[in-house]
């Protein structure tokens, strides 16, 4: 895909209710029956033992780039590793949707961090933290504010930042899992998601700075369709 024809967007003519129907290829956006975001709700959830995550994250280098609507940043290295049931999956990038996809209890947050995960047969697993807003800052956010802005206001910009993704995510790794799909056309499914129910908290500012690029990137909740949603706790 040529990277300055976007064909999407959040709103209007190409928002999330049309996606199913802008091409062949985003159809599963409307005929799909494991789509996500979806909203976790204590009523549908069950138990799940054993199954703890083990991650294995690190201070590394990251491309920061726009990707369609949005800014991704891309590890430099191949090292930063979770595993879930016996898989290694590895992460292949990250972004952020403000305010936040999923919902629990249909309750949003204020940022919703997907740090996207591929294992050897590239099965995908997304793991998707939430984040506060508050004064008691948990997450420096400085270079994060500083290089969003300046990649989203031209798709051939690029910078680097070096970063520990353990930063992003709370110490206590409560988690819920279900079966869903990408929450981007195509929003392709078969996708392990794995969403944390802990949250760190930024700062207003940051916060503000954020929203400014990239405000607004929320699909709303899709139907749950009799899956079963885990929770680890
Ligand atoms: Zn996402």
């Known amino acids: 895909m040529p990277a300055y024809s976007i064909n999407w967007s959040y709103d209007g003519d190409k928002g999330p209710e049309k996606w199913g129907q802008i091409c062949s290829d985003f159809e599963i956006a409307q005929s799909g029956k494991k789509q996500s975001p979806i909203d976790i709700r204590s009523e549908d959830v069950k138990p799940l ?84 807003v508050g004064t008691t800052v948990s997450i420096d956010m400085t270079d994060l504010r500083r290089v969003f802005p300046e990649v989203f206001q031209d798709f051939s910009i690029e910078r680097e930042l070096s970063l520990d993704i353990t930063d992003f995510l709370p110490e206590e790794k409560v988690y819920f899992t279900y079966e869903g799909s990408l929450t981007t056309p195509p929003t392709v499914e078969g996708i392990r998601w794995i969403v944390l129910k802990n949250r760190q908290t930024i700062g207003h500012v940051a916060h503000r700075a954020l929203e400014k690029v990239i405000g607004g990137t929320n699909r709303p909740v899709q139907p749950l369709n009799g899956r079963s949603i885990q929770f680890h706790e």
Not at 84 to 97: G, S, T
Not at 99 to 111: K, M, R
């Open 49 to 132: 033992e054993g199954n703890p995550l083990e991650t294995s994250y690190s201070r590394i280098p990251y491309q920061v780039k726009r990707v369609e609507n949005s800014v991704h940043l891309f590890p430099q290295e191949m090292n930063q590793t979770l595993t879930f049931q016996n898989e290694v999956y590895r992460l292949v990038a990250f972004h952020a949707h403000i305010p936040s996809e999923h919902l629990l209890d249909s309750v949003a947050y204020p940022i919703e961090w997907h740090f996207v995960h591929e294992n050897a047969k590239g099965e995908k697993l997304v793991l998707g933290a939430f984040m506060d």
